[in-house]
């Protein structure tokens, strides 16, 4: 240890507020190439969805939007969102909300972080708040390939709504934006859930593959009729609502049934990740 | 450096326990470390020492009694007391993927004091004190052992700190870096910070603590300066001589035990015996004296007399 010479630095005795740990985690996040190559792959969907549509034209009448595509490019991000809806983008957000707190656990970085002191309620804020960020670029990165691509394959203009009516291409675009952000939440909510058990765990895998099971789950309880009075409780139930807001004028009833059961989702989950951690003992 | 004149010593804790579900791995310990002192929290493996110190940082919380923390209660206060704490917790953790000085950042960052304006230069610091600097932009997984250590202690230097909490801080360094940590203690000690170190080696941290506590199975059974330590475990005298017999006599008139005679020397208990009539009944027994000790006990005399075992593994 070489004989540095004393940096006098008076020690702050005041807070600041900053965004410096959210950007630091954020860095952390999309600095892993992990992180990025599933970004990557998200992207790829909507990719090779418009160029597999434009290759074998004529086969209308398909569920989900891939129909339409022909008609408007901006369709394809509608078909891709729509798509990766069950899976791809749960398992993103899985991913990354597993990993929040079990990863550091598992590395032995949350006993420095503590001991910072970064405060347990503040860590969890700041990692909640990084999942929400993630989410909604996930689900952005999604509707933005899809449209790029679609407008490059099939054009845009006007576009028909599922109520039939025509829309101008600004006010289809505006509506895939809502989408976007309406799934983004939706995603959300998923992550609070991702929170809470990663607060349970010091194997970030183990967590991820766990918030995935409660995804899939949710969306199997949703398909049994006999359970019909259990759907409109689960998250996954209103998630394919976004296709309201195609419709003129914009159905907003399941859209705002919807956006409640996620906020209640993530409020109840990101509470039970605080009861948890709060009272933890960091022996890892 | 705002230096820790509170009034009651740095790290105080009464009672302080911890139960994990069958096992008791510390057993309602009084420590004290007062200000100024370089502490050697000296046990075995499994002695409970890190489980101390993660109480002490509030990491986790103990079944049982209390501490107090440069003068305040924990972990009720551990927001505002903590960043007054440097530590090293159970060995270096980091993100191997970052450089070292980008794990520092994300350190720094997560400080809700720390000034960002400042920041690069208090990391660049603190990496040169620890002899990193050269190899600061080099990932962590690239680093070595030794390597890995120093980064862990340079997070305890982003920051001018009244305490700083070292567990096993010379863990995979070579004897060099040993040494060096032991120096970078003994200046940091005498730039006013108040510095608890633990170690299951005790020669190691023998020659920089002022102070001593010694964990075995849980409890505390020995604290206080190392001097007074030293003295409360059973002295050895040893007299150089060439008529050991007439001088093991005359020691056994005075009263020591435990006398032992070789050719050129006799070494005996001191007991209750005070050091100075010793040579004045050898003269005057007309032993010629060739030398005259008193041996000081090594820590690990002392834990050995404290314990009545080795310094191994405790389970």
Known sequence: MSAAELLVVERPSRLRAST?????????????????????????????????????????GDPNFIGSITGNGLFVAFAALALELPLFLPLAVSAISGDSVAGEANLGTLRYLLAVPAGRTRLLVIKYTAIVIFALIATLIVALVGTIMGLALFGGGDMTLLSGTQASMADGV????????????????????GLFISTLTEQPIGATIAVLLVNVLM??????????????WLLTYWWTAFGDLLRD???????????????????????????????????? | ?????????????????????????????????????????????????????????????????????????MPTAARDVLRRVGSLVEGPAFHPYLSGRANLGRLDAADRYSDPRTSRKRIDAALDRVGLLAAASKRYRAYSLG??????????LLMPRDLLVLDEPTNGLDPQGTREVRHLISDLASEGATVLVSSHLLAEVEQICTHVGVMYEGRLVAQGPL?????????????????????????????????????????????????????????????????????????????????????????
């Open chain 1, 20 to 60: 410096r740990f959210l950007r630091s985690e954020l860095k952390i996040i999309f600095g892993r190439r992990r992180n990025i190559a599933g970004l990557g792959v998200l992207a790829a969907f909507p990719v090779i969805l418009a160029v597999s549509v434009r290759l074998s034209p004529g086969q209308g």
């Open chain 1, 174 to 193: 505006w509506r895939l934006f809502l989408s976007s952000l309406y799934l983004a939440a939706q995603f959300s909510a998923l992550g609070a859930i």
């Open chain 1, 219 to 232: 969306f199997i309880l949703g398909t049994i009729s006999q359970l019909d009075w259990l759907h409109p």
């Open chain 1, 249 to 284: 004028p914009m159905a907003t009833e399941s859209i705002q049934r919807g956006l409640i059961t996620a906020l209640v989702y993530a409020g109840v989950f990101w509470l039970a990740a605080w009861a948890r951690l709060s009272t933890k003992d960091i022996s890892s």
């Open chain 2, 1 to 73: 450096m705002t230096s820790a004149l509170a009034d009651s010593p740095p790290i105080v804790s009464s009672g302080l326990t911890k139960r994990f579900r069958r096992q008791i791995a510390v057993d309602s310990i009084d420590l004290e470390v007062p200000a100024g002192a370089v502490y050697g929290f000296l046990g075995p493996n499994g002695s409970g020492k890190t489980t101390t110190i993660r109480m002490l940082l509030g990491l986790i919380s103990p079944t049982a009694g209390e501490i107090s923390l440069l003068g305040v209660q």
């Open chain 2, 147 to 156: 390597m890995r250590q120093r980064l862990a202690i340079a997070t305890s």
């Open chain 2, 227 to 315: 001097s007074e330590l030293r003295a409360s475990t059973v002295q050895t005298v040893r007299v150089d001589t060439d008529r050991p017999e007439d001088a093991a006599r005359v020691l056994a008139e005075l009263g020591l035990s435990e006398i032992a005679s070789s050719t050129g020397y006799v070494t005996a208990t001191l007991g209750d015996v005070a050091v100075e009539k010793i040579m004045p009944n050898l003269v005057n027994a007309c032993v010629p004296v060739l030398g005259f000790a008193v041996l000081q006990p090594s820590l690990e005399d002392v834990f050995v007399s404290l314990t009545g075992e080795g310094f191994d593994v405790s389970g």
